[in-house]
């Protein structure tokens, strides 16, 4: 797994049968099981799995921070020396200078009661107690200038409340490169941040490592990610590793089915929808008192009794250097050159009754007319008053059609949430017009009309644990809608165990609680409530944004089939790109409560004409590591301004990267002209429409 490093050469990190196990009232969880590898200076290894498969445990174990309760055995040595017989007095002079460490919540690693100048100051003086003030201060100033953030004299007397997402993991990132590490471990850094914000920080870990020649474990379940930051791949499961090798290989000649999975289920925001995704079946194994055979085994289409019976052991892949699989079918997997299509069965998709209807001959669901919401700002004391507004969602327009799905995409503070969450008010908006099946909505309307229309359109939120009450078993969250529309308790019995067929779980499993079910299963029961009262139109805000990627296949797969099966129309919030492209007909692009550009999807997709759209597509990362080292990306400068800010002009112009292209004349009315949606240029299909003076 080192393609370039000298033969001589040492690791700086060697793991040799790591196991990790936790000891609980539900019996031994066995988090990690014999997990091995080298890391070199300079290299990057990419740790990825679903949830629960082990990645953070392994970081934690070589930080040397796992709970007191952890059972830890094997080894871990950093430049030959075993770490895990050392204290934690040993530990924490190595933790910070010798090993770092980027966490996922930023927030919640810094300490909120200090500066940013004086965490960072106490990053250098742990293992530079002799370091002088000025030394710090220069060091500090070096630092944030490395990582992107500006002003930084006046930024490290902010606290951490004050910067936004990514600032603060560029922050976290200063912080671990301060005294020069030989390894940094990134544990998920970008999880949660926007596509662009994402490419700068992965653009920052990037420059610290040339910066400091620092070897890099970078954990996630991201593979577009993975493609583009790792030289080699671990991929675990169950707690242990089942494939490694470099990250080529990896992707282009995957030899365990949980690999190819993994890589089938990802959507691909670089190329047209060309077919279903990969759903793995199941969920993964508890890790309390695990069974024989191979983990996998019980979601593996290619299961034998072999696989059922022994757990296979890590094995070089025939014919291919460098290649490790824990996998009793791999030798035949090679030799058929077998790929997740062969092995994975995705199935038909339904065919829609709107199929071959031109869209405009198709009736509008849904017409959201210059919409507007904002909300006040308020200071002073005891007598509140308004000191300004949140201009959340500002002059949207746009329709949604029968049988399509409309996206509606931006990063974080865009509106998206918002503009759905006023769609569903069922009323007049505060300023512009929302019709609903031919009803315009007004602030006064009569109470069957207003009960009609709910049930007509319905939501789904992006977190099922919290959309569903926890104390209620599942028979009743599905019947609660009908009960509202007086169904009988007849037509409810029929319909909930129609609905639990309809999202492919068990009917007979409606008296267990959501506490019994899996995130992906929990997210099929929120749809099945929505579909409940049969609506035509549904809303769904980030719906699989929170599930693995397997899962989230499963859910994609499950949306497209009951939209082909019913006519439903979706309205769709997402920030997922590849998601977008893959389930959406139309797409609209927010930024700051405005729609910047919107129409056919692939067109959109294939050219876009705003320069922030542009941005967007190319920050997105592709599961294809050939493919990521040529693109090229257009990496946002700075943040999203804060909506209460006032523009004149164009609220992108000072983060536009078209901006400096522009002649003086031009740049002048960018700033002090607001430009409107408009139809693009005669050469884009009808419909495409742009917020740009110069696209």
């Known amino acids: 797994m080192n393609d370039t490093a000298n033969e001589n050469e040492q690791p700086v990190i060697s793991v040799r049968d790591l196991t990790v196990s936790f000891a609980s009232e539900a019996g031994t969880v066995h988090a990690v099981r014999g997990m091995n590898f080298d890391l070199y200076r300079g290299r990057t290894l990419g740790i990825v799995g679903e949830s629960g498969s082990g990645k953070s445990v392994t970081s ?388 069957e009309q207003r009960r009609e229309l709910r049930s007509a359109v319905q939501y789904v939120f992006q977190d099922p644990m919290s959309s569903l009450d926890p104390r209620l078993p599942i028979y009743d969250i599905l019947a609660e809608p009908m009960k509202v529309q007086h169904y009988s308790k007849e037509q409810i019995r029929e319909r909930i165990a129609e609905l639990m067929r309809l999202v492919e779980l068990n009917p007979d499993q409606v008296d267990r609680f959501p506490t019994q079910f899996s995130g992906g299963q929990r997210q099929r029961i929120a749809i099945a409530r929505a579909l409940a009262v049969n609506p035509k139109l549904v809303l769904l805000d980030e719906p699989v944004s929170a599930l693995d990627v397997s899962i989230q296949a499963g859910v994609i797969n499950l949306l497209e089939d009951l939209q082909n099966k019913l006519g439903v129309a979706y309205l769709f919030v997402a920030h997922n790109l590849s998601v977008v492209r893959h389930i959406s007909s139309q797409v609209a692009v927010m930024y700051l409560g405005r729609i910047v550009e919107s129409g056919e999807t692939e067109d959109v997709f294939e050219h876009p004409l705003h320069p922030y759209t542009q941005a967007l597509i190319s920050a997105v990362p592709v599961p294809d590591p050939a493919a990521e080292r040529t693109r090229k990306r257009i990496v946002l400068e700075g943040e999203v301004p804060s909506p209460t800010e006032s523009f004149t002009g164009c609220p992108f112009a000072g983060r536009c990267p078209l901006m400096p292209t522009l002649s003086a004349d031009q740049q002048a009315r960018c700033r002090g002209e607001k430009p409107m949606l408009r139809a693009a240029n005669a050469s884009r299909p009808s419909g495409h429409q742009v917020a740009c003076h110069f696209a």
Do not use: W
């Open 60 to 447: 934690m174990a070589i930080m040397g921070l796992l709970d007191k309760n952890a059972k830890v055995t094997g080894s871990i040595t950093y430049h030959g020396d075993e770490l895990l017989t050392k204290s934690d007095l040993e530990m924490s002079k190595i933790r910070g200078k010798g090993i770092a460490m980027v966490f996922q919540d930023p927030l919640s690693a810094l300490t909120p009661v200090f500066s940013i100048g004086d965490q960072i100051k106490e990053a250098l003086v742990t293992h530079n107690p002799k370091m002088t003030e000025q030394q710090i201060h220069d060091r500090s100033i070096e630092l944030m200038n490395l990582v992107g953030i500006p002003d930084p004299e006046d930024r490290l007397k902010s606290f951490p409340h004050e910067f936004s997402g990514g600032m603060r993991q560029r922050v976290m990132i200063a912080m671990a490169i301060a005294n020069d590490p030989d390894v940094i471990i990134a544990d998920e850094p970008t999880t949660a941040l926007d596509v662009t914000i994402q490419a700068q920080v992965l653009e920052v870990l990037r420059k610290a490592q040339r910066e400091t020649g620092a070897a890099v474990i970078f954990i996630t379940h991201d593979l577009g990610v993975i493609a583009g930051i790792a030289d080699d791949i671990v991929v675990m499961y169950a707690g242990r590793p089942v494939e490694k090798s470099d990250v080529d290989t990896i992707f282009a000649k995957p030899a365990m089915p949980y690999t190819m999975g993994l890589l089938g289920a990802v959507p691909r925001s670089d190329r047209e929808r060309a077919s279903r995704l990969v759903p793995i079946p199941g969920s993964p194994m508890n890790l309390v008192n695990m069974p024989k055979g191979c983990p996998f085994s019980p979601r593996c289409p290619l299961a034998t009794d072999v696989c059922r019976q022994s757990e296979p052991a890590m094995q070089p892949v025939p014919g291919r250097e460098g290649q490790f699989v824990a996998c009793h079918r791999a030798a035949e997997i090679v030799s058929k050159g077998l790929t997740f299509r062969d092995v994975y069965s995705v199935g038909e998709a339904a065919k829609s009754k709107f199929d071959g209807i031109p869209r405009e001959q198709r009736k509008t669901v849904l017409d959201v007319r210059h919409m507007r919401k904002t909300f006040p700002l308020t200071g002073g004391g005891f007598l509140r008053r308004k000191i300004g507004e949140v201009r959340a969602v500002d002059d949207v327009t746009l329709n949604v059609r029968e049988g399509e799905t409309v996206a509606l995409v931006g990063e974080s503070g865009s509106g998206k949430s918002t503009t759905l969450m006023e769609i569903m008010e069922f009323a007049k908006p505060q300023e512009g017009e929302i019709e609903m099946f031919g009803t315009k909505l007004e602030r006064k309307m009569p109470r």
